[in-house]
T-cell receptor
Framework: DVKVTQSSRYLVKRTGEKVFLECVQDMDHENMFWYRQDPGLGLRLIYFSYDVKMKEKGDIPEGYSVSREKKERFSLILESASTNQTSMYLC???????????????FGPGTRLTVL | KNQVEQSPQSLIILEGKNCTLQCNYTVSPFSNLRWYKQDTGRGPVSLTIMTFSENTKSNGRYTATLDADTKQSSLHITASQLSDSASYICVVTGFQKLVFGTGTRLLVSP
């Protein structure tokens, strides 16, 4: 079974703090993704990566950065957390291919981040 | 504009009953459509995937249909169980993009 794990299920941070969210997958997937999920808005893509050290902006990258130093690990960084970044953060991974988005994405359990 | 709209927003049914969830999309070009189930506090899990040429696909008590002409899909749940209580998300793959619906929240009541 594909397993995508995220470092924390719940996280509480203060405004201005630097926040690291970690994601690890064990299926040797090429692609990894970070989403945030807010009520009534559905999942929105923040960043994705199709290879080690490669990263692409998604639909809402402002206020976030990412790091992919190893194939199995994809980190989301909030440089200076703000209250509007309070959300559920979901990591996903998928096999590579001609189209980044055609293959099934496997999701982690999510990290519920609260910024006070 | 690429959009995926789901209805109803929420639904309560009695255990053992059937239900149908709807998904309308305007994503173009169309590559495939997936239904995901998301339990509370968990990440989404794929139930079915359908391509342009497929009209129906089943996964146990879940049956998805696709009408590519009208750009509509439905997810039918047969003989519902308490464990079916979850959010169901319709996701359409377009050109280098996934478009997510906002989901239908289903509650199966004993």
């Amino acid at each position: 079974d594909v397993k995508v794990t995220q470092s924390s299920r719940y996280l509480v941070k203060r405004t201005g703090e630097k926040v690291f969210l970690e994601c690890v997958q064990d299926m040797d997937h090429e692609n990894m993704f970070w989403y945030r999920q807010d009520p009534g808005l559905g999942l929105r893509l923040i960043y994705f990566s199709y290879d080690v050290k490669m990263k692409e902006k998604g639909d809402i990258p402002e206020g976030y950065s990412v790091s992919r130093e190893k194939k199995e690990r994809f980190s989301l960084i909030l440089e200076s957390a703000s209250t509007n970044q309070t959300s559920m953060y979901l990591c996903a991974s998928s096999f590579g291919g001609l189209s980044l988005f055609n293959n099934e994405q496997f999701f982690g359990p999510g990290t519920r981040l609260t910024v006070l | 504009k690429n959009q995926v709209e789901q209805s109803p927003q929420s639904l309560i049914i009695l255990e053992g009953k059937n239900c149908t969830l709807q998904c309308n999309y305007t994503v173009s070009p169309f590559s495939n459509l997936r239904w995901y189930k998301q339990d509370t506090g968990r990440g989404p899990v794929s139930l079915t995937i359908m391509t342009f040429s497929e009209n129906t696909k089943s996964n146990g008590r879940y049956t998805a249909t696709l009408d590519a002409d009208t750009k509509q899909s439905s997810l039918h749940i047969t003989a519902s169980q308490l464990s079916d209580s979850a959010s169901y998300i319709c996701v359409v793959t377009g050109f280098q993009k996934l478009v997510f619906g906002t989901g239908t929240r289903l509650l199966v009541s004993p």
